[in-house]
């Protein structure tokens, strides 16, 4: 018998590392996460990835799938429109410590984020160089097989594409209840969902119980799907930048510090776990389905 059971309240997709994300009534599950989640990714002109945390004005950029593309959009620039099934050439790119193959959007691509993030460019002396070469938006080449570190994920190879580590991150509506409530106690304000740009949330768990879970199963059409809690979900700075302006402070950052360093990542500070699945690819998960769960023991 499952230990508990609770809610797929909400889906996330981010196609673009550090972007702005969709928030789907469903979603198609695939070998490496959600369909689309981190399929693109921003570099500079070495192929290096670039994050919020270097441009937070990243957070600005808005992505909708639309009609066979997916549509960008930021404040003061026209859309740009990205075929999903095309792209230019093949290039190199680096996500943390992977070098993998990759696929480059092309010359409009890269001007339109060069042009939209010159304030932030202005700030990084390296980027801004006029020798740089610009910025290049990339996409993950399918062929390629980057998995999880088996450290976490011991037998199962668990496939991404440019996510920071592992195919899902899964957080719950209770532990950002908690986390705002502790902000309100601080004078702070409350933060979304959206700073710790979880794919899946879930709702009816007390707050921080995914730390303990094992293993989720979601009851699809196409059968059930099985996911395995693997690692706590280490934060940096981006939960920092808020997501409707890119200005950068020091919350929820602070809050968190002071009573979420996780000894099983060496203190590190958390929220949310990193998930990696175990059957039902190819599913697909709707917001609003039952999941049932059990705990470590």
């Not at 410590?97 to 010359?107: N, R, S």
């Not at 998995?147 to 496939?159: I, K, N, P």
Request: hydrophobic share 45%.
């Amino acid at each position: 018998m499952s230990d508990f059971t609770c809610t797929l309240s909400a889906l996330h997709v981010y196609p673009i590392k550090s972007c702005a994300g969709v928030s789907p009534a469903s979603a198609l599950l695939t070998d490496t996460g959600l369909d689309y989640d981190r399929a693109w990714m921003l570099v500079d002109a070495a192929g290096d990835m670039l994050t919020q945390r270097v441009l937070p004005r990243m957070a600005l950029v808005a992505t909708r799938f639309r009609a066979g593309e997916l549509e960008l959009r930021a404040p003061g620039m026209l859309a740009l429109n990205l075929k999903l099934d095309t792209v230019e050439t093949a290039t190199r790119a680096r996500v943390w410590g992977d070098e993998v193959p990759a696929w480059d959007m092309g010359a409009l691509a890269g001007q339109w984020f060069t042009d939209f993030l010159k304030p932030d460019l202005a700030q990084v002396p390296g980027l801004a160089d006029p020798g740089s070469g610009g910025l290049r938006l990339v996409r993950f080449d399918p062929e390629h097989r980057r998995l999880s570190s088996a450290r976490w994920t011991g037998d199962v190879e668990a496939l991404n594409q440019f996510s920071d580590g592992f195919p899902l991150l899964v957080a719950g509506t209770a532990s950002l209840a908690d986390l705002n409530q502790r902000l309100a106690a601080r004078g702070q304000a409350p933060v979304g969902m959206d700073r710790f740009r979880a794919n899946l949330v879930l709702d009816g768990l007390p707050a921080w119980e995914e730390d303990h879970i094992d293993t989720l199963t979601i009851s699809t059409e196409q059968g059930p799907v099985l996911l395995r809690m693997v690692k706590p979900c280490v934060r940096c700075e981006i939960p920092n930048v808020d997501p409707a302006t890119a200005a950068t402070g020091h919350e929820p950052g602070d809050t968190l510090a002071g009573f979420r360093a996780d000894a099983r990542v060496n203190g590190g500070i958390t929220f949310g776990m990193n998930a990696v699945i175990l059957s039902g690819f190819d599913a697909t998960l709707r917001a609003g389905q039952a999941v049932q769960g059990t705990l470590k023991l």
